[in-house]
């Protein structure tokens, strides 16, 4: 099953669609650095199990969508009024949010401050924003501004920086010479582990083939420049506890969950949780071998709160 190609909102997000266009529509949400391709194979297993059409967004500064202005910012919650710009474009006036890691932080977001527009919420290996302790703020801030002040490398405009890891400077200076070449930095540099037929559409639609024959990153290098605050433990579960819809939260075996200190309170603070713990890597909504797997739990708890039948 192909995708479409969606623009939303007078050409500010790119986006990716599967399913006819008069079906129930999700909106899916991708992790740092990824984009819609993250859901490529996801995304045609649940439009056949429950006929819905699911769109996914390439935030600002991630795959085909425009960077932000000069002098912008990326912060988590900064995601929050585009993602509620395409819900109006959509036309949707409550809708299903599918969220992975970055995208799970910013769905949760939603659904706490915009209930009305959160029917449904599905998270993958994400929730909420990560945090920090009221005596790291200093630090943290000393860090971002440090990172900011520091003179941008060579072709800095076409380089996504952590997003190929240990590749980041052979990419701001020459690119790369294949898709393979930039899809072995993304494994070799990581910040989360994965292998290569893994990352491959994420990386096939982060990258862009330029004048000089070769590949470059598509992402806003300032995506990985640490952020200026973050919120704290007591704002996070404040947050996540005034979410009212139903949540589904699928927890990698290999993920990133598993390191958030607060990540057993924030799941007792959401009245409507159900926690399932997969096996698979952090992107095992993307690994062929857990695809099936995936599907199956979120099509089953789905049907186990809309009251269909199993068969």
């Known amino acids: 099953m192909r995708p479409r190609t969606l623009v939303l909102g007078d050409d500010r997000l790119a986006a990716l669609s599967w399913g006819e266009e008069g079906a129930p529509t999700w909106v899916a949400l991708h992790g740092w650095l990824d984009n819609a391709a993250t859901f490529s194979r996801l995304a045609p297993a649940l439009v056949t199990a429950l006929g819905i059409r699911l769109v996914a967004l390439d935030l600002p500064g991630h795959g085909h969508s425009p960077h932000r202005g000069a002098r912008a910012d990326y912060p988590l919650w900064g995601y929050v009024p585009d993602v509620l710009d395409a819900l109006d474009v959509l036309d949707l006036r409550a809708t299903t949010l599918v969220?992975?890691?970055?995208?799970?932080?910013?769905a949760?977001?939603?659904?706490?401050?915009?209930?009305?527009?959160v029917g449904r919420l599905v998270l993958i290996d994400g929730l909420a924003s990560t945090t920090s302790e009221p005596d790291e703020t200093v630090a943290q801030l000393q860090s971002a501004l440090r990172a900011r002040r520091r003179p941008p490398p060579h072709n800095a405009g076409r380089s996504a920086g952590r997003s190929a890891g240990d590749g980041a400077e052979r990419s701001a200076s020459g690119g790369y010479a294949s898709i393979d070449d930039a899809v072995a930095a993304r494994v070799r540099g990581g910040v989360t582990r994965i292998d290569a037929d893994t990352a491959r559409p994420?990386?096939?639609r982060n990258l862009v083939s330029c004048e000089d024959g070769r590949y470059h990153w598509r992402t806003d290098r300032r995506l990985v420049q640490p952020s200026l605050l973050r919120w704290s433990s007591a704002q996070m579960l404040a947050t996540v506890a005034a979410i009212r819809a139903p949540v589904l939260l699928l927890q990698a075996t290999g993920g990133v969950l598993n390191e958030r200190p607060y990540l057993g309170e924030a799941c007792r603070r959401i009245d409507r949780l159900e926690r399932r713990i997969v096996s698979g890597g952090h992107h095992l909504h993307l690994e062929r071998v857990r695809v099936a797997q995936v599907t199956s739990e979120i099509v089953r708890w789905h049907q186990?709160?809309?009251?269909e039948s199993l068969s």
């Open 108 to 117: 949760t977001l939603i659904a706490a401050a915009a209930p009305e527009r």
């Open 202 to 204: 994420i990386v096939e």
């Open 99 to 106: 969220g992975h890691s970055m995208g799970a932080g910013v």
């Open 304 to 307: 186990s709160i809309t009251g």
